[in-house]
Nanobody, 114 residues
Framework: VQLQASGGGLVQPGGSLRLSCLASENIVGASDMEWHRQAPGKQRELVATITRAGTLKYIDSVKGRFTISRDNAKNTVYLQMNSLKPEDTAVYYC?????????WGQGTQVTVSS
């Protein structure tokens, strides 16, 4: 299974970005899909989860600003990020957890700066 993340970039504070994570196989609907991020000098942290059953989970710092969703037909998971803050700057990674194991995509850089 391969995961390809995209959609990162440079955005001003208060702006929005939508990250996408495309899976090479039809696993999105059968997996817990997660977005993680790693800021410079910090440990990687879990940001958002959409479980196989469709339950959504977020860390407190992004609640009300980020939305995770999926399109099973497109084998894609999204992370809509609104009201971005400089502290959201990080490399964002998608991850799939299913019966076949745990799979990581490559990161996509998000930089929030004026």
């Amino acid at each position: 299974v391969q995961l390809q993340a995209s959609g990162g970039g440079l955005v001003q504070p208060g702006g929005s970005l939508r990250l996408s994570c495309l899976a090479s196989e039809n696993i999105v609907g059968a997996s817990d899909m997660e977005w993680h991020r790693q800021a410079p000098g910090k440990q990687r942290e879990l940001v958002a989860t959409i479980t196989r059953a469709g339950t959504l989970k977020y860390i407190d710092s992004v609640k009300g600003r980020f939305t995770i969703s999926r399109d099973n037909a497109k084998n894609t998971v999204y992370l809509q990020m609104n009201s971005l803050k400089p502290e959201d700057t990080a490399v964002y990674y998608c991850m799939s957890r299913n019966v076949f194991g745990i799979f990581w995509g490559q990161g996509t850089q998000v930089t929030v700066s004026s």
